[in-house]
């Protein structure tokens, strides 16, 4: 059997924060352990937002740890082309819709919703569906955006989308959960059903972005060969939509392994402007790496 493939991930959009260490450190020591390969990834698709300096101080900070990985390492800005191939197959497939709402005309219809007493379905993380354009605009308005330079975003159409799956893959979607005791390896494996529509029309790419958190992460997990993807619980709903694209695109399928999030002393997850808790400022206070992981158990 080839050795397993595990992947850290971050987002160079910030600075790195005891949650990210964690993950990182958890997927280090599981390839070390398991004699697999350990890849850092840098998801940097948002060019506003991750800039090199931050992806500097990221890979510092990693080193800080402790921590090395195989180079050279993706970097998902260099990928766009990649994506588009994929979104390109999903496109053939009829899957692909053109959205010309706008964020506010969204939140403002479903504001409307709910104040007209409807129960407006929100997805996972808590966010409302998006409405179909002709739930809010008129059909002349749609055409006269789609004609224009106005914003867009690609949305796979969820409907359809699983109108396919049933055809190609009659059987339920499921992933293998290998769950997420303290050290993130211990829980037997089960299999877990997903249901994709609960995060409704999910985008793809945007006028701006051409591609999504979802559709470069089941890329990139593919063309690595990664086989465990050991990541956050916040991610965890998020792997139906994985399962649904890998599906659809014909990717394999890695074993997932969902860790306990780190949570901050007011119980909330941490965010990148956590300035307490991030590595830079631990360091700064004369922190080390060795205090790092025995603060997350993992000394
Ligand atoms: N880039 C994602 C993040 O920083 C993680 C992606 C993943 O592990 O699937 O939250």
Redesign the pocket.
């Given at each position: 059997m080839s050795s397993p493939v595990f992947?850290?991930?971050?987002?160079p959009n910030g600075h790195l924060h005891l949650g990210?260490a964690y993950?990182a450190l958890l997927n280090f020591e599981a390839a070390r352990r398991l004699g697999g390969r350990f890849l850092l990834?840098v998801?940097d698709i948002d060019r506003t937002r991750c800039t090199p300096e931050l992806e500097a101080a990221m890979m510092e900070d990693l080193h800080w740890l402790g921590l090395d990985w195989e180079t050279p390492v993706l970097r998902q800005s260099e990928r766009f082309a990649a994506y588009q191939t994929h979104l390109d197959t999903l496109t053939r497939l009829g899957l692909v819709t053109k959205s010309v709402l706008t964020r506010s005309e969204i939140k403002r219809f479903v504001v409307e919703q709910e104040q007209g007493g409807h129960v407006w379905p929100r997805d996972p993380d808590g966010a409302p569906l998006v409405p179909k354009d002709t739930a809010i605009l008129s059909r002349d308005v749609i055409a006269e955006r789609l004609e224009s330079e106005a914003n867009f975003a690609l949305r796979l159409d969820m409907a359809k989308a699983l109108d396919l799956l049933r055809e190609v893959r009659p059987e339920r979607l499921t992933w293998q959960e290998g769950g997420a005791g303290p050290d993130g390896l211990q829980q037997a494996v089960k299999t877990v059903s997903c249901d994709p529509s609960v995060w409704g029309d999910v985008v793809l790419a945007r006028k701006d972005t051409p591609t999504s958190?979802h559709l470069s992460?089941v890329a990139d997990?593919a063309l690595q060969g990664v086989s465990d993807?050991?990541?956050?619980q916040?991610?965890y709903a998020?792997t139906g939509v994985?399962r649904l694209l890998q599906t659809l695109l014909g990717l394999p399928e890695p074993l997932y392994r969902h860790h306990p999030l780190i949570l901050g002393d007011d119980g909330r997850k941490l965010s990148k402007s956590t300035g307490s808790t991030s590595l830079r400022a631990l360091r700064a206070d004369g922190v080390t790496g060795a205090d790092i992981r025995k603060r997350l158990g993992l000394g």
């Open positions: 992947r850290f991930a971050p987002s990210h993950s990834r998801e958190y992460v997990d993807v050991l990541r956050g916040d991610l998020a994985h």
